[in-house]
């Protein structure tokens, strides 16, 4: 054998492997694309992408280095107390997002931006969720699960659920823990027939006209209390120059000006 068929019989299956390295490099997530305490795996059926698992890990908070190729995320089962504003913004093939069974106490109007066309179910059940942006879901067309939370039914809520493609079951599922309205707290959210919009405006016009007319009423008051201290102080200084001997006048003299100033308060 010479020495070049030596080579090549060693190079060739080093070459091999190499390709075969490459491949899989490129096939598989490396472990560095996870984020810590999370299984990603590749999807086998389409929608091809990542299947990020991250429940049960004792997250505190949405990582932040989520492939941008996710399709579906379990984030359940964790301590997280907040959605930032924007925090899926980059996972534009995520269909699925589980945040289920945390600490979630409220949303704002940008949490889940970026995933307006893609995402099909947004999982938000047994949570602390208390109150929500009144366009927070608007622009979602996914089905999103809210059950098991104390909401407070007020205007937002309303919008909230209003905006919601599949609002009429996500309503279903709402219990008032607290309400604008006393007489719906423990009830269901559809039992709520009243606008709690107007109810609202309502309520802030009415603590206007009672600030106006507390504002009136002491104008009022303080316009009656000047006229009244003016009147007291007039009667004591007409009392005063009562008071004061007077001298005979010649019938050419002028009255002095406390004649004048007595003919006229009189």
Do not use: H, W
């Given at each position: 054998m010479t020495p070049l068929d030596l080579w090549l019989s060693r190079?060739?299956?080093?070459?091999?492997?190499?390709?075969?390295?490459?491949?899989?490099?490129?096939?598989?997530?490396?472990?560095?694309?996870?984020?810590?305490?999370?299984?990603?795996?590749?999807?086998?059926?389409?929608?091809?992408?990542?299947?990020?698992t991250c429940s049960l890990a004792e997250l505190k908070e949405i990582p932040s280095d989520l492939p941008a190729d996710t399709v579906l995320l379990q984030l359940d089962r964790n301590q997280i107390h907040a959605v930032p504003e924007r925090a899926f913004q980059d996972l534009r093939m995520l269909r699925r997002l589980n945040l289920s069974h945390n600490s979630v106490e409220t949303l704002g109007e940008s949490a889940f931006v970026g995933l307006e066309t893609s995402l099909e179910l947004l999982d938000l059940s047994h949570n602390r969720i208390v109150s929500v942006h009144k366009d927070a879901f608007a622009r979602l067309k996914a089905r999103v699960l809210v059950h098991d939370n104390p909401w407070h039914c007020d205007c937002a809520l309303q919008q909230a659920l209003g905006g919601m493609a599949h609002n009429h079951e996500a309503a279903a599922r709402v219990l008032c823990r607290s309400s604008e309205l006393r007489d719906q707290e423990g009830r269901p959210f559809l039992a709520v027939d009243a606008d709690l919009?107007?109810?609202?405006?309502?309520?802030?016009?009415?603590?206007?006209?009672?600030?106006?007319?507390?504002w009136f009423a002491m104008v009022i008051s303080y316009v009656v209390y000047y006229v009244r201290q003016n009147q007291e102080d007039a009667r004591r200084h007409l009392e005063y120059l009562k008071s004061l001997p007077s001298k005979p006048r010649k019938p050419d003299e002028p009255e002095d000006i406390s004649t004048v100033i007595c003919a006229l308060l009189l």
């Open positions: 190079s060739i299956p080093m070459c091999l492997l190499l390709q075969s390295l490459v491949l899989m490099a490129l096939c598989f997530p490396s472990a560095s694309m996870c984020p810590k305490g999370c299984v990603c795996q590749r999807a086998e059926y389409p929608p091809y992408g990542l299947n990020v919009c107007n109810l609202a405006r309502r309520t802030t016009d009415y603590a206007m006209l009672v600030t106006m007319f507390g």
